[in-house]
């Protein structure tokens, strides 16, 4: 089955620096990655995604660079500010069908103001 | 409001008594989850339903069962819970055009 790599448990950067966390996966058939994110003490809750016919997407500080090839994703985050501190999961799923992303084990961003 | 709604939020239990954790969500999706959060913040899917289709990971313990009354409501029982049970227990749900829409979780403790 899919196997999800998250290399970084945690990260730290000052504020309005860049942010960068990279995922690996293994499953070629996998076309679509979510990404996610968990504030302390809450829940998680969807922030980007892209899928396997692009290798880029951007949503304002957010962007998810795809590297089809390498298997390789990641979530860049542009001008940091504190609120973005929290646990982003990446995740790796086939499109449609029986939807079950497999998810890494999160990164821990820390924002420094 | 249009949400994932989970209760309870906090549940403290013994070794061997029966839990239920309920689930309902307003958002119109046809299928629901139940994932298992562990300590080390590693998620972990337990059931997917869509009021048609019950798939169950094969790796998750018989004393957890879903239970559905409808699309809208899944929830979550366990027989005869033990301490690796401990955990936050998070309920999804997701329709054919969109991601997972999460609830706020129930943390479970099994003493």
């Known amino acids: 089955g899919e196997k999800v790599e998250q290399h970084q448990s945690t990260l730290s950067v000052r504020e309005g620096d860049s942010a960068v966390i990279n995922c690996t996966y293994t499953d070629t058939a996998s076309s679509y990655f979510p990404w996610y994110k968990q504030e302390a003490g809450k829940s998680l809750h969807f922030v980007i995604d892209i899928r396997s016919n692009v290798d880029r997407k951007q949503s304002q500080r957010l962007t998810v660079l795809l590297d089809k090839k390498a298997k390789r994703f990641s979530l860049h985050i542009t001008a940091t500010q504190p609120e973005d501190s929290a646990i982003y999961f990446c995740?790796?799923?086939?499109?449609?069908?029986?939807?079950?992303?497999?998810f890494g084990k999160g990164t821990s961003l820390v924002v420094h103001p | 409001e249009t949400a994932v709604f989970q209760t309870p939020n906090y549940h403290v239990t013994q070794v061997g008594n029966e839990v239920s954790f309920n689930c309902k969500q307003t958002?119109?999706?046809?299928?629901m989850y139940w994932y298992k959060q562990d300590s080390k913040k590693l998620l972990k899917i337990m059931f997917s339903y869509n009021n048609k289709q019950l798939i169950v990971n094969e790796t998750v313990p018989r004393r957890f069962s879903p239970q559905s009354s409808d699309k809208a409501h899944l929830n979550l029982r366990i027989k005869s819970v033990e301490p690796e049970d401990s955990a936050v227990y998070l309920c999804a749900s997701r329709t054919a055009n969109s991601d997972y829409t999460f609830g706020s979780g129930t943390r479970l403790l099994v003493i």
């Open positions: 958002l119109g999706h046809d299928t």
């Open positions: 995740a790796a799923s086939i499109s449609g069908g029986n939807y079950k992303p497999t």
